[in-house]
């Protein structure tokens, strides 16, 4: 087999980028995967290089030939100068307010970011002296109103991940970089193979590899790429935390990476048929997914968007808590559960009532959001309906 040139990695499409990205046989003894490199000490061939550390690989903290070829696979399909691993989404939206934030400056954040990203802004970096103002998701160029001189960062998620408003990050990011500050996205729900964060003027974009890079939910780890203007200071950021995923979750996610895009088209195409099957059940009051032309931030989907995933709510007419806990109790294929992204089917009731401070949450009835996997859609069917049985019984 010869080596991929330059020339043809450039015209690769999407899928064999991911097939063959950060793969390299003769590094790996001939065998396909690169194995899960373990190891805090490297050693120096003698002591100018110790002294120098001119040599590629210095100390574990500081990258491994495996966490390399995540880093450069992501990088490229995410349309980044460069991009870090650390060992959860949490810990990626982290790295990056930290990168881009220091004492004194202000953040905006949009309303229905992941709530423990709100829970840091209210508490950590308060206490470092950040203040975050939180904004309407669907605000846009709106956004202007809300930039003081020393507002250095927004934060956008889009859409958000249980609310699933779908944000005008081109227009936003034309505010803030008109105001000097730096433009964070959490992509988790798109991933890069939906939404090219960068060529949308994202300047760090954050995915949870935890969801659909892992796909099977046994993995933890967190990724952020970045263009040109943010690399050098978030890759300084995070290699002063030293905070690196464990090795063997590197590998699983580089194991994760070659099949992301079968598992996401087929989450999509899963999600959209029971999505529309959910959306004519009487129980259901509406379904919020941005594929569908009813959603609000549909036309900004289709302009900005490649896809969806396999992540929406919906909103059951009123009924009791009792009703909806009969409901998704008894479910015997989709589990209850907060992560999402893997190859099982989720469901998690919800209600943001009690965090929004930028807009009110008042959907009607009660919320619950489902991740769909890769069982049989009829069989997902034939769990829900079971499930509708239960809650009018219990109505
Ligand atoms: C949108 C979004 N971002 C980030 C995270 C955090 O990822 P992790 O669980 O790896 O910390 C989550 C987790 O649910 C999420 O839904």
Not at 109 to 131: C, H, Q, V, W
Not at 190 to 198: I, M, N, Y
Not at 217 to 228: H, K, T
Not at 270 to 277: H, S
């Amino acid at each position: 087999m010869a080596k991929l040139t330059d020339q043809t990695r450039a015209s690769l499409r999407s899928r064999s980028r991911l097939v063959h990205l950060g793969r390299d046989s003769a590094q790996s003894q001939g065998f396909v995967n690169l194995p899960p490199f373990r190891g805090s000490t490297v050693l120096y061939p003698d002591v100018a290089a110790l002294k120098s550390r001119s040599q590629r690989y210095t100390y574990g903290t500081h990258g491994t030939p495996t966490t390399e070829a995540l880093c450069a696979a992501w990088t490229d399909i995410a349309g980044a100068a460069g991009t870090v691993l650390v060992p959860s989404g949490l810990s990626a939206i982290v790295v990056a307010l930290m990168t881009a934030l220091g004492a004194g400056d202000h953040l905006l954040m949009t309303d229905s970011a992941y709530a423990p990203a709100r829970a840091f802004a209210n508490k950590t970096l308060k206490r470092m002296g950040i203040e975050t103002t939180y904004c309407d998701p669907e605000i846009g160029v709106g956004i202007a109103a809300l930039m003081r001189p020393n507002t250095k960062a927004v934060l956008t998620e889009s859409p958000g991940s249980q609310t699933f408003e779908i944000q005008d990050v081109p227009a936003i990011a034309e505010v803030a970089h008109a105001h000097g500050a730096c433009v964070l996205m959490d992509n988790t729900w798109a991933t890069p193979l939906f939404f090219a964060p960068h060529a949308h003027g994202v300047d760090m974009a954050i995915e949870a590899g935890t969801k659909y890079l892992s796909g099977h939910s046994d993995l933890l780890i967190g990724l952020v790429s970045a263009n040109e203007a943010w690399f050098g200071k978030l890759h300084q950021t995070t290699d002063q935390m030293a905070i690196p995923p464990g090795p063997e979750d590197v590998f699983l996610a580089l194991r994760g990476l070659r099949s992301m895009e079968l598992r996401l088209r087929e989450a999509e195409r899963q999600a959209l048929a029971l999505a529309r099957w959910l959306a004519a059940r009487p129980e259901v009051l509406r379904v919020i997914h941005p594929a569908l032309p009813d959603h609000p931030g549909h036309a900004i989907w289709r302009r900005d968007f490649a896809g969806s995933s396999g992540l929406f709510s919906i909103i059951l007419k009123p009924v009791s808590e009792a009703a909806v806990a009969a409901f998704l109790d008894g479910l015997e294929l989709i589990g209850l559960g907060y992560s999402w992204g893997g190859y099982e089917s989720l469901a998690v009731p919800f209600d943001c009532t009690s965090y929004r401070t930028a807009t009110r949450w008042a959907p009607g009835g009660p919320a619950i959001r489902f991740s769909v996997g890769l069982e049989d859609i009829e069989d997902l069917k034939a769990d829900l309906e079971r499930g509708f049985v239960r809650l009018r019984a219990a109505a």
